[in-house]
């Protein structure tokens, strides 16, 4: 059963933003046929925004892609997590 959790909004940080949110299921189907059968599992997980940003008016359309793209790291924040964790940045 779906089960509805607010987060805050990727583009502002500020508005929250209400998502249906289903666990990953696994459903087991056996086939039969003179060759054998199989058993196939199938994995199910679903994330659905049901809410606008009332603080920035980005659309569920605009959410929900840039939730399944991610946010892109820049080339900066990476060398500096890089310089901080000892490694070197410059070759």
């Given amino acids: 059963m ?3 959790i607010t987060i805050k909004c990727p583009f502002c940080k500020e508005g929250d933003i209400k998502i249906s949110h289903r666990e990953r299921q696994i459903i087991t189907k056996k ?7 199989k058993n196939m599992s199938i994995q ?6 049901l809410s606008d940003c009332q603080k920035c008016s980005k659309t569920i359309k605009e959410i929900s892609k ?3 793209e ?3 790291v ?3 924040d990476a060398a500096k997590r890089m310089e ?3 490694l070197p940045t410059r070759f």
């Fill in 84 to 86: 901080e964790a000892g």
């Fill in 70 to 72: 991610g946010k892109q």
């Fill in 2 to 4: 779906p089960e509805i």
């Fill in 31 to 37: 086939s039969t046929c003179r060759a054998g059968g």
């Fill in 66 to 68: 840039r939730l399944k």
């Fill in 44 to 49: 199910h997980a679903k994330d659905e925004v």
């Fill in 74 to 76: 820049s080339c900066k």
